[in-house]
């Protein structure tokens, strides 16, 4: 009795808690010869299986009275892996066939749960758990004739063998018959070989006849095969192979977004045309890990400021591998902040090279404590290698003389360059091809301000940037840039705001013709030269290809588009007639010529194309070398409300000032305001100062100054 409970109890233990472990999936296969086999078709006595009464003891009870006896319908049982062997039993099931006078219920049993129950269910690991064939794989039978039987799908992708055994149901200990069982082999896709890169692996697959797609798992942990395959099984349990994929669609498949160096565990389950899920294989794929071309190396001066120690100028998750120069190295993967990583030197060398091999997201300066002092330690970047990098911010690195191309795409996921090398004064150039991956960049707003250290312009250096939309203020206050190449900006189509971009840039001479030749929707070139000191001419049809308009944006409507845009040249001595012709849609002019104090004459036509201007504030203040000025300058411009300092301080200016004829009467800009003109012009609300200074003009004596009316 006891060791019936303890039968019962493994039993139990199986069924309820080890079989939900058990289930894999295979494709069904050779249906056709199940059935005959199973079936036994016409075969004769002599072919049928084992016979044997071996084992029979008085106690059995037959239907005819006689010698007890038991007969399987075929000599072997062969099971398909998975899918339909009757449909009209459904799948994974079919009809065991016998032939017995026993009227007595019957035990069959699997040899391997046999066994396995003799043992006590004890194991050493999971992979001692046999896989039974049947879903059941110890039942009882009355039926004399057949029996369905459930089998589990073989998520293995070799065949399962085992031996069905039958008892009597009052002699458990004495085998009546016994039968061999086959079933055959999962359907597999296995890995063949890889190629590995730094975040992705290109798997080469082959499959076994019969595969119609496949689902494919990853993952970090190594999961012993057995448990996946024991996984599936269980109520048909594919759950980790969501990710289907038909085979139809290629041989090769991506594992992407993989950490650099990692191993990876992957398991492929394979599919059938019936939609059957099958055997399941694993392998492992290793990622690559950068070489020493993908380093970034970095200079550092060891000085008393810094006490001898390195601070490096990372920001964000950093995962990989610092080389100090000194022979040490170290593995970092935490999340850090500038001067975070520090490494102090005992050696004597003045300079070292440090190298960074991984993944980081961001280079700054930005520490409020010792950010001065990586700023004056940093000699120059040897290498940019690559490392995932989001943003760069070298903001005022005084000491920093020289930066490499980009050789190796470090900047192609940088969206911003903002700040990136501002203040940086011992620059003195910038390698053609810095920017050759900077696909991504859409801002390059003070990139390179304030880089007095900066002679020149390599003429390709935005050749691939063609998404940029912004390079306001790109070389703002670079003092000794004496030229910009004429196709900076050539590929850069996109653009649509270069407000301050050279500004300040003192020794530039002339400006190209065709510097803006393909920017079409360049927008807002607002102080783009202003202080440009040097800046002697302005070349025709500089701005004939811009359909610079009127800008909606409240935040800049005060100023516009093309406010201060030639501010304090002070060498320029002439404007084109065309400068603005194609500026039809522009509203406001102020502080354009503003400090010209070279600007000799205006052209005729300057503003005949931009009658919707209002604002014309300050547009000539200063200008005192002004000696003439069309007095048709302003005819097309009815709607001006504001010319606030319009021609203040030009002292040298003579003849008349600027009218416009109606009906055979010069009216000039200061009489627009008489009723008499109220159809003709908007009423001028501002105009303080407009002809300050002007004392040479012909009709200066006319312009009134008075109350509500002040022009001087």
């Keep these: 009795m006891r060791s019936i409970k303890l039968l019962n109890r493994c039993i139990f233990y199986f069924l309820v808690v080890l079989l939900p472990v058990f289930t894999v999936s295979v494709t069904m296969t050779s249906c056709d010869k199940l059935i005959d086999l199973i079936e036994g078709g016409e075969e004769d006595e002599d072919d049928l299986g084992d016979t044997s009464d071996e084992g029979y003891e008085d106690g059995f009870h037959t239907s005819d009275g006689k010698e007890p006896y038991f007969k399987f319908g075929a000599e072997n049982i062969v099971v398909p892996a998975c899918g339909y062997v009757d449909e009209t039993y459904g799948n994974n099931t079919f009809a065991l066939r016998y032939e017995t006078n026993i009227v007595d219920e019957l035990h069959f049993c699997l040899e391997s749960f046999n066994k396995f129950n003799e043992n006590g269910g004890q194991i050493e690991s999971a992979d001692d758990i046999p896989f039974f064939i049947f879903r059941e794989p110890d039942f009882y039978v009355s039926s004399p004739t057949e029996t369905i039987v459930y089998f589990n799908t073989n998520a293995k992708t070799e065949t399962i063998t085992d031996k069905l055994l039958v008892y009597g149901y009052n002699n458990p200990d004495s085998i009546i018959a016994s039968i061999q069982i086959m079933q055959e082999a999962g359907k597999s896709v296995r890995v063949v070989d890889y190629e590995k890169s730094i975040n992705s692996v290109v798997m080469n697959l082959e499959a076994s006849e019969g595969v119609y797609a496949y689902g494919i798992y990853s993952t970090e942990d190594s999961i012993p095969l057995s448990e996946i395959q024991r996984e599936a099984v269980n ?8 990710n289907i994929r038909l085979l139809e669609e290629g041989n090769t498949y991506e594992l992407e977004g993989l950490d650099e160096g990692k191993k990876y565990f992957v398991y492929i389950a394979a599919k059938d045309k019936f939609d059957n899920f099958s055997g399941i294989t694993q392998t492992s794929v290793t990622t690559d890990v950068r070489g020493e071309e993908h380093e970034l190396r970095m200079k550092f001066a060891l000085t008393s400021l810094n006490e001898n120690t390195v601070y490096l100028p990372f920001w964000g998750n950093v995962r990989g591998y610092i080389t100090w120069g000194d022979g040490s190295e170290e593995y970092i993967d935490k999340y850090v902040y500038p001067g ?3 490494h102090s030197y005992k050696i004597s060398s003045q300079e070292v090279v440090v190298a960074f091999r991984g993944s980081l997201e961001k280079i700054s300066m930005e520490n ?3 950010g001065s002092v990586m700023c004056k330690s940093l000699l120059s970047i040897e290498q940019w290698g690559d490392t995932d990098l989001l943003e760069l911010d070298l903001e005022d690195v005084v000491t920093l003389e020289s930066i490499p191309d980009d050789l190796c795409g470090a900047f192609s996921d940088i969206k911003s360059f903002e700040n990136s090398f501002k203040g940086c ?8 091809g810095l920017f050759s991956y900077a696909i991504s ?16 312009i390599p003429e390709n250096l935005f050749a691939n940037c063609t998404s940029t939309r912004s390079f306001d203020q790109v070389f703002y206050g670079c003092s000794n840039l004496e030229m910009i190449p004429e196709k900076l900006f050539y590929n850069n189509s996109n653009v649509v705001s270069m407000q301050y971009a050279f500004s300040g840039c003192s020794k530039l001479v002339s400006i190209p ?12 070139i607002k102080c783009m030269f202003y202080r440009c000191s040097s800046l002697k001419t302005i070349p025709e049809g500089l701005f004939s290809s811009c359909h610079i308009s009127y800008i909606t944006d409240i935040q800049h409507y005060q100023y516009g588009n093309l406010y201060g845009l030639f501010t304090d040249c002070t060498s320029l001595e002439s404007i084109p007639s065309d400068l603005f012709s194609n500026m039809g849609n522009v509203d406001n002019m102020g502080a354009l010529f503003r ?3 070279s600007l000799k004459a205006l052209p005729e036509g300057l503003f005949d194309n931009n009658k919707n201007v209002t604002f014309f504030e300050d547009a000539f203040n200063g200008c005192t070398s002004l000696t003439t000025i069309p007095v048709t300058l302003f005819d097309n411009q009815r709607k001006i409300v504001k010319v606030k300092n319009l021609f203040n301080g030009c002292s040298s200016l003579t003849g008349e000032s600027p009218y416009t004829m109606i009906d055979g009467k010069k009216v000039h800009l200061y009489e627009r ?9 908007i009423e001028i609300i501002e105009s303080v100062g407009a002809f300050r200074g002007c004392n040479k003009l012909d009709d200066y004596d006319n312009i009134p100054n008075e109350s509500g009316n002040y022009w001087k």
């Design 235 to 242: 109520d048909n349990n594919y759950d980790r192979f969501m």
């Design 368 to 370: 409020q404590r010792v």
């Design 340 to 342: 975070d990583i520090r």
């Design 425 to 432: 004064t011992s620059i003195t150039s910038i390698p053609s």
């Design 673 to 681: 305001n008489n009723p008499e003109y109220n159809t003709q012009f």
């Design 441 to 456: 960049a859409t801002d390059f707003e003070s990139t390179f301000e304030d880089c007095t250290g900066l002679t020149e």
């Design 595 to 597: 400090g010209c104090s």
């Design 513 to 524: 013709a065709g510097l803006f030749k393909n920017n079409t929707y360049l927008n807002d």
